[in-house]
């Protein structure tokens, strides 16, 4: 299985509301990401994790909360929005957080802050 | 990191073979040459990788001058389907190191039949 899913496909939330993406991966992959991306720009890290723990934090906003319960799960946890924050978020794995490792996304969640 | 620079865009033919280059001037002797391709509303998917010389395999070739400071990535015959966002980034070999890939602003091919 080299499939990394994301739930929900699409998000629409307030600017006071709180929500959760969620990203799952089976394939015994030790480094997860978190990216943003906005129509027509490459996509942006936002946060690495590497064997469970929080390794890289690309200076996002608090408001973006990142969560690794396990291996094969990643959350993001997201709170009081702006509607600049509308974008496509990319969940991805890797076997290992190096450089060169081959990265698996998932088909990201379309969210819109209104 | 060594930042990478492509053409914006480009536009082909169906059956044609396109050849796209990037330009990675500062990058450093551990780092790898990764391309990858992305359909509008799609996660990216890794094409191709690689250090030096030349790498084929079933979808494209990869291109890698002695310098290593330019990469070139060749899809043969395309077809409509290969319209997409094709991105080349350099990371590092180090097992464990943090320092994943960073996108550059991509190649939008087009293919017209």
């Known amino acids: 299985d080299t499939e990394v899913t994301q739930t929900p496909k699409h998000l629409v939330m307030g600017m006071t509301n709180k929500k959760s993406l969620k990203c799952e991966q089976h394939?015994?992959?030790?480094?997860m990401y978190w990216y943003k991306q906005k129509a027509k720009k490459p996509p942006e890290l936002m946060f690495v994790?590497?064997?469970?723990?929080?390794?890289i934090n690309e200076s996002v906003p608090s408001r973006f909360s990142p969560e690794c319960p396990n291996s094969s799960l990643l959350n993001l946890h997201l709170h009081a929005l702006q509607p600049e924050d509308s974008a496509l978020y990319l969940c991805?794995?890797?076997?290992?957080?190096?450089?060169?490792?081959?990265?698996?996304f998932g088909p990201g969640t379309r969210l819109t802050v209104t | 990191l060594a930042k990478t620079t492509q053409p914006i865009s480009m536009d082909s033919y169906e059956g044609q073979e396109v050849n796209i280059t990037c330009s990675h001037n500062?990058?450093?002797?551990?780092?790898?040459i990764t391309w990858y391709q992305q359909f509008p509303s799609q996660g990216p998917r890794f094409i191709i990788q690689?250090?030096?010389t030349k790498v084929t395999n079933e979808v494209a070739s990869l291109f890698i001058p002695a310098d290593r400071k330019s990469s070139t990535l060749s899809l043969p015959r395309v077809s409509l389907s290969d319209t997409a966002v094709y991105y080349c980034l350099v990371g590092d070999s180090y097992e464990g190191r943090n320092t994943p890939l960073v996108f550059g602003k991509g190649t939008r091919l087009s293919v017209i039949a």
């Open positions: 991805a794995s890797s076997q290992d957080s190096g450089g060169w490792y081959e990265q698996y």
């Open positions: 500062n990058i450093a002797t551990n780092d790898y």
């Open positions: 690689g250090y030096k």
């Open positions: 394939m015994g992959h030790r480094a």
């Open positions: 994790y590497s064997y469970e723990k929080l390794s």
